[in-house]
Nanobody
Framework: QVQLVESGGGLVQPGGSLRLSCAASGFTLANYAIGWFRQTPGKEREGVACISSSDETRYYADSVLGRFTISRDNAKNTAYLQMSNLLPDDSAVYSC???????????????????WGQGTQVNISS
């Protein structure tokens, strides 16, 4: 059974850090495109960061560039989103997604992904 499970969300103060994890099971995450997306009530899903499946190029939304880092650990079959200098506007449900063949910047497009996790809540508040 193919599954993605996110963890690591929570409540942190502005300026703090969190690391989200996305554990894959039922398939090998290596060489898959991985995307992290976030959504708040009443807003469209927003792409945060992704790794393309062809050359491991990473893409970031302008709003998180320099603060978030996407990575993967193939040995653990897990992807990560390291988030630093968090802002209240970063509060959202964060979800990871995977697809075997997304090349270049298409990994930023949520509509192309096959596999999705259930999401983890991130709240930034003092």
């Amino acid at each position: 059974q193919v599954q993605l499970v996110e963890s690591g969300g929570g409540l942190v103060q502005p300026g703090g850090s969190l690391r989200l994890s996305c554990a894959a099971s039922g398939f090998t995450l290596a060489n898959y495109a991985i995307g992290w997306f976030r959504q708040t009530p009443g807003k469209e899903r927003e792409g945060v960061a992704c790794i393309s499946s062809s050359d491991e190029t990473r893409y970031y939304a302008d709003s998180v560039l320099g603060r978030f880092t996407i990575s993967r650990d193939n040995a653990k079959n897990t992807a990560y989103l390291q988030m630093s200098n968090l802002l209240p506007d970063d509060s959202a449900v964060y979800s990871c997604a995977a697809h075997p063949y997304l090349f270049g910047s298409t990994c930023q497009r949520s509509e192309y992904y096959d596999y999705w996790g259930q999401g983890t809540q991130v709240n930034i508040s003092s």
